[in-house]
């Protein structure tokens, strides 16, 4: 349960920082450092498998979203995607996947 629900914040942050064509090292590297806290209990690489499966999926936003359940979870993948999105410049279509998928999970900026 806890390696999908990884796996599933991993794809979710990837798909929203790769709106702008790229994930730049300094939103994988963000993204490695926050999901890593969050669960501790990972193994090392598997951060690097759920980026290589995300590159390798033909998935969409919506699709991802869907595998999250939990509103603590969503949560924090909402701040996952914007703090890593973030770390190279918001791009504009990272803004709108950002904003798409609040609307889709019904949760404010400031929750």
């Known amino acids: 349960m806890m390696t999908n629900s990884f796996d599933s914040c991993v794809k979710i942050a990837a798909c929203i920082c790769?709106?702008?064509g790229i994930?730049?090292?300094a939103e994988e590297e963000?993204?490695?450092e926050m999901i890593c806290?969050?669960?501790p209990e990972v193994e090392e690489n598997a951060f690097e498998k759920s980026l290589q499966a995300f590159f390798d999926s033909d998935a969409?936003?919506?699709e991802y979203?869907?595998?999250v359940t939990e509103p603590e979870?969503?949560?924090f993948v909402l701040q996952l995607a914007e703090?890593?999105?973030s770390a190279d410049g918001l791009d504009p279509q990272e803004n709108v996947a950002l904003i798409k998928s609040r609307e889709i999970w019904g949760i404010s900026r400031d929750a």
């Open 18 to 20: 790769a709106k702008d």
């Open 23 to 25: 994930i730049s090292q």
């Open 30 to 32: 963000t993204m490695h």
């Open 37 to 39: 806290v969050r669960f």
């Open 60 to 62: 969409g936003i919506e």
């Open 65 to 67: 979203l869907n595998l």
């Open 73 to 75: 979870l969503r949560t």
């Open 83 to 85: 703090a890593s999105a």
